[in-house]
């Protein structure tokens, strides 16, 4: 699967405002529920804060990828959140996390979710990736970054 | 001289292009007279890798390997359904581990003529391609492989078969 066909820039939020971890899921959240009519966005965040429970998902370099399985979307969606002050998210070096991607999928559809995931850690490793979607102006950058790393061409 | 694709190992993962495959290695199995058996591999490498970075925790690996599994029986008895539209019967194989040497190791002691795979997915770099496992497929098993792409042609040759 590629990952632009599961993001779309109205999936993108540049400038978050949130200040800490809940406010982080919750704005995220909110962002995939504007392009979602059928998601449930309380349920959502049951399922991605219970997962959070179980441990943090703020990876090293400033980036986090929480995520849940809940029947509460039809497929998988994907956003994706750049916060330029930061968020301690409780991540492994204990760094504040910049770089968001939120996924969630149904339950009955665990193949996809595992590709995304293993293929976003896989990207937020390269730093020049971190980097542009950092500094990117518009979330149609974000997109267009995903997709030559996709292609092999960044 | 004996059928030069009497037995095609069909490799899936539930991806659209596998799918493609099964449909083309289905038609092959009509038209040559071949024993068809479809595998899938549930990735415990790429569980265990994310477990690694800590992206999964522990349970939740349990968790998506159950799914994984559930997925896998799912993607095999569709193409058993592909096969009995076509008076083909098809077996189904499920494994556990590292998909490249599962299929490898399968293909080497069914003794495969042909092993049947979808298209090969996109590798962030040459160097790099832990998740591609098409790729590294491709370069383990040492029977001849087909990489199945075109989509429409080939659901046109399944439908006429």
């Given at each position: 699967?590629?990952?632009?066909?599961?993001?779309?820039?109205?999936n993108v939020k540049l400038d978050m405002e949130a200040t800490d971890k809940r406010e982080?899921?919750?704005?995220?959240?909110?962002?995939?529920?504007?392009?979602?009519?059928?998601?449930?966005?309380?349920?959502?965040?049951?399922?991605?804060?219970?997962?959070?429970?179980?441990?943090?998902?703020?990876?090293?370099?400033?980036?986090?990828?929480?995520?849940?399985?809940?029947?509460?979307?039809?497929?998988?969606?994907?956003?994706?959140?750049?916060?330029?002050?930061?968020?301690?998210?409780?991540?492994?070096?204990?760094?504040?996390?910049?770089?968001?991607?939120?996924?969630?999928?149904?339950?009955?559809?665990?193949?996809?979710?595992?590709?995304?995931?293993?293929?976003?850690?896989?990207?937020?490793?390269?730093?020049?990736?971190?980097?542009?979607?950092?500094?990117?102006?518009?979330?149609?950058?974000?997109?267009?970054?995903?997709?030559?790393?996709?292609?092999?061409?960044? | 001289?004996?059928?030069?694709?009497?037995?095609?190992?069909?490799?899936?993962?539930?991806?659209?292009?596998?799918?493609?495959?099964?449909?083309?290695?289905?038609?092959?199995?009509?038209?040559?007279?071949?024993?068809?058996?479809?595998?899938?591999?549930?990735?415990?490498?790429?569980?265990?890798?994310?477990?690694?970075?800590?992206?999964?925790?522990?349970?939740?690996?349990?968790?998506?390997?159950?799914?994984?599994?559930?997925?896998?029986?799912?993607?095999?008895?569709?193409?058993?359904?592909l096969g009995d539209r076509k008076g083909i019967k098809v077996e189904t194989v499920l494994?556990?581990?590292?998909?490249?040497?599962?299929?490898?190791?399968?293909?080497?002691?069914?003794?495969?003529?042909?092993?049947?795979?979808?298209?090969?997915?996109?590798?962030?770099?040459?160097?790099?391609?832990?998740?591609?496992?098409?790729?590294?497929?491709?370069?383990?098993?040492?029977?001849?492989?087909?990489?199945?792409?075109?989509?429409?042609?080939?659901?046109?040759?399944?439908?006429?078969?």
């Amino acid at each position: 699967m590629k990952l632009t066909d599961a993001i779309g820039p109205e999936n993108v939020k540049l400038d978050m405002e949130a200040t800490d971890k809940r406010e982080a899921i919750e704005e995220l959240i909110e962002l995939m529920a504007e392009s979602c009519e059928r998601c449930d966005a309380d349920t959502i965040l049951e399922a991605v804060l219970a997962r959070e429970r179980d441990g943090s998902t703020g990876l090293e370099k400033g980036v986090a990828i929480p995520h849940a399985k809940c029947d509460a979307v039809a497929r998988l969606r994907i956003v994706v959140g750049v916060s330029h002050d930061g968020v301690d998210f409780e991540s492994l070096d204990g760094k504040p996390s910049h770089l968001f991607f939120l996924l969630v999928a149904p339950t009955g559809e665990s193949g996809p979710h595992v590709q995304a995931i293993a293929k976003i850690v896989k990207m937020i490793k390269l730093d020049r990736f971190r980097e542009r979607l950092i500094k990117a102006k518009r979330p149609e950058d974000v997109i267009e970054t995903i997709e030559r790393v996709e292609n092999g061409e960044a | 001289m004996s059928n030069p694709l009497g037995n095609i190992l069909l490799y899936i993962d539930g991806s659209e292009s596998s799918i493609t495959a099964a449909q083309l290695a289905i038609t092959m199995a009509k038209t040559y007279q071949s024993v068809l058996r479809v595998m899938y591999v549930v990735n415990e490498n790429l569980l265990a890798e994310l477990l690694k970075a800590r992206v999964f925790v522990q349970m939740e690996k349990m968790d998506y390997e159950r799914d994984l599994e559930e997925d896998g029986k799912r993607y095999l008895n569709y193409v058993v359904k592909l096969g009995d539209r076509k008076g083909i019967k098809v077996e189904t194989v499920l494994r556990k581990g590292v998909v490249h040497e599962e299929v490898a190791h399968e293909a080497e002691q069914w003794g495969a003529d042909l092993l049947v795979q979808g298209e090969l997915g996109e590798v962030l770099s040459l160097r790099d391609s832990f998740y591609e496992e098409g790729e590294r497929i491709l370069r383990k098993v040492k029977c001849p492989v087909m990489v199945v792409r075109g989509r429409e042609r080939i659901e046109r040759m399944y439908e006429e078969a």
